[in-house]
Each structure stands twice: as structure tokens, then as C-alpha cells.
């Protein structure tokens, strides 16, 4: 599916499935949520779309969850 604006696309394609996997309340608080929309999401002439498959959405999520990388 692609989306008009990238805001809509994030909160779509990443905040809503992160936080409805139910380990994570606020997506926010805890992920890098832009830093994974420049990761996983397509630009506008791609409609905002998400262009990679589920095992790389997840693992793109895991790498840019916050407390990684203060711990880096």
C-alpha cells in the first residue's frame, strides 16, 4: 500500500505494528522511527510505500531501538 504523505506512511507502516506486537507501548519512546522510515520506506515517486519484506522491517526495528544505541 502507498500513502499520500510520508507522516501517514510511518504511522501506518511502522508506529502501528510496533505497537501492535504488543511488546512496546510507544513506538516512539523506544525505536528511532525515522531513522527505520529512512530504511524502509519508499520516497514520494515510490508513494511512501514500504519496500522491504517483514524479516527486514523487523530486524531495520530491532537495530534502531534506542537503547542500543546509547549503549553503542
Do not use: C, H
Amino acid at each position: 500500500m502507498s500513502y499520500s504523505t510520508r507522516t501517514e506512511a510511518i504511522e501506518r507502516e511502522i508506529v502501528q505494528p510496533i505497537e501492535a506486537s504488543g511488546v512496546v507501548a510507544d513506538a516512539r519512546a523506544e525505536f528511532n522511527i525515522d531513522a527505520i522510515a529512512d530504511k524502509v520506506l519508499g520516497d514520494y515517486s515510490q508513494g511512501y510505500a514500504l519496500l522491504v519484506d517483514q524479516g527486514t522491517f523487523w530486524a531495520t526495528v530491532e537495530a534502531n531501538a534506542k537503547e542500543a544505541k546509547e549503549g553503542q
